[in-house]
T-cell receptor, first 110, second 115 residues
């Protein structure tokens, strides 16, 4: 089955700096790669996603890149703000089978 | 549209008991998946239902079961509860979008504590 690895597990950045979270996957059949943000005590929220026929997608301060050949994808957050502090999960999906990374706890220091 | 709802939000049970959790998906979503979330293991896939049929199943013991009704609402049941079953149980409903991918949206979860 699919195996998704996510790094780093914790990340601290100064407000205004950029944050990058990286994930790798093993199954070349995976074709959809969402990212979720989970604030403390809340549900995971879909923040951005990318499909396998696209290399990069951007939505305001967040962007995701995908390298199908190397089987890795990354989340980039620019101009970080304290409200970006949360746990971020990547996932790889084929059909409706989702495999999640173990999460990155991001802390933005004011 | 209303989001995914789960009931109850919190539950305390003792070892050996059984529990049933409920999930109502977003209107129009026919696929419902269940996950167990624990601090050490992250999000672990339990099973997925589509049109009342279990399509996918994760690596959990048979004590964990589920079902889906004709209105897409889903329930999961855990029998003979163990201390290790304490976790946040998340339900997610999915919709097929362009390209055949599924977009998945989570409910608020049910926090189960087994004592």
């Amino acid at each position: 089955g699919e195996n998704v690895e996510q790094h780093p597990s914790t990340l601290s950045v100064q407000e205004g700096d950029s944050a990058v979270i990286k994930c790798t996957y093993s199954d070349s059949a995976s074709n959809y790669f969402p990212w979720y943000k989970q604030e403390l005590g809340k549900r995971p929220q879909l923040i951005i996603d990318i499909r396998s026929n696209v290399g990069e997608k951007k939505d305001q301060r967040i962007a995701v890149t995908l390298n199908k050949t190397a089987k890795h994808f990354s989340l980039h957050i620019t101009e970080t703000q304290p409200e970006d502090s949360a746990v971020y999960f990547c996932a790889a999906s084929s059909g409706n089978q989702f495999y999640f990374g173990t999460g990155t706890s991001l802390t933005v220091i004011p | 549209k209303a989001g995914v709802t789960q009931t109850p939000r919190y539950l305390i049970k003792t070892r050996g008991q059984q529990v049933t959790l409920s999930c109502s998906p977003i209107s129009g979503h026919r696929s419902v998946s269940w996950y167990q979330q624990t601090p050490g293991q992250g999000l672990q896939f339990l099973f997925e239902y589509f049109s009342e049929t279990q399509r996918n199943k994760g690596n959990f013991p048979g004590r964990f079961s589920g079902r889906q009704f004709s209105n897409s609402r889903s329930e999961m049941n855990v029998s003979t509860l163990e201390l290790g079953d304490s976790a946040l149980y998340l339900c997610a409903s999915s919709l097929v979008v362009a390209g055949g991918a599924y977009e998945q949206y989570f409910g608020p979860g049910t926090r189960l504590t087994v004592t």
